[in-house]
């Protein structure tokens, strides 16, 4: 399987592209899109667009995991941002790409334990699991997309989702074990 993990921004937007064989968690691809601050934002929403787009031609992922936004500055910003992550999505979905949704506090914690992590925590942890020798080669926001593929690895593989299918059915096969 392969993943891409989006940590969508509206001056960098990080991108992770993962493959899985049985156990085994290979890098295919990390790096940042840097846009613009001059240009409009619209503009700078098309490239975004396009470069993912882009990287799903290349890289052929089965699945998209993207990082949700929950917080902002202001409004403006969180506007922003959100519009980002929209412009990412929908190169996928135009992809035929699943899309799947974290929290940055579900991403921390898969990742490295905590969902308080700070940004150098995870790059350190990305970089272990993932085997990267110098975490200085990795940015922030690409070890957070990388996070992010990581995250929805997890979350696929868990014991739980490939027993019952999700947690819904886990409720029904067995509602005595429910508090």
């Known amino acids: 399987m392969i993943i891409l993990g989006i940590d969508p921004?509206?001056?960098?937007?990080?991108?992770?592209?993962?493959?899985?064989e049985g156990n085994k968690e290979k890098l295919l691809a990390q790096g940042i899109i840097r846009l613009n601050p001059t240009d409009s934002h619209q503009n700078r929403l098309r490239r975004i667009y396009q470069e993912i787009a882009a990287l799903i031609q290349l890289h052929l992922p089965d699945t998209c995991a993207i990082e949700m936004p929950i917080y902002g500055k202001n409004a403006q910003s969180m506007l922003?941002?959100?519009?980002?992550q929209a412009a990412a999505m929908l190169a996928s979905l135009n992809h035929q790409v699943p899309v799947t949704e974290y929290t940055p506090k579900e991403v921390k914690k898969a990742v490295t334990?905590?969902?308080?992590?700070?940004?150098e925590q995870v790059r350190y942890m990305i970089c272990s699991i993932l085997s990267i020798a110098e975490t200085e080669t990795v940015g922030?926001?690409?070890?957070?997309?990388?996070?992010?593929?990581?995250?929805?690895?997890?979350?696929?593989d868990s014991p739980?989702?490939?027993?019952?299918?999700?947690?819904?059915?886990?409720?029904r096969a067995n509602p005595g074990r429910i508090v």
């Open 80 to 84: 922003k941002l959100g519009r980002a």
């Open 113 to 119: 334990g905590n969902g308080n992590a700070s940004k």
């Open 160 to 171: 739980v989702k490939k027993r019952h299918g999700s947690w819904e059915s886990f409720i």
């Open 140 to 156: 922030l926001d690409a070890s957070d997309a990388l996070a992010v593929g990581l995250c929805h690895l997890h979350r696929c």
């Open 9 to 20: 921004g509206s001056l960098v937007t990080g991108f992770g592209v993962i493959e899985t």
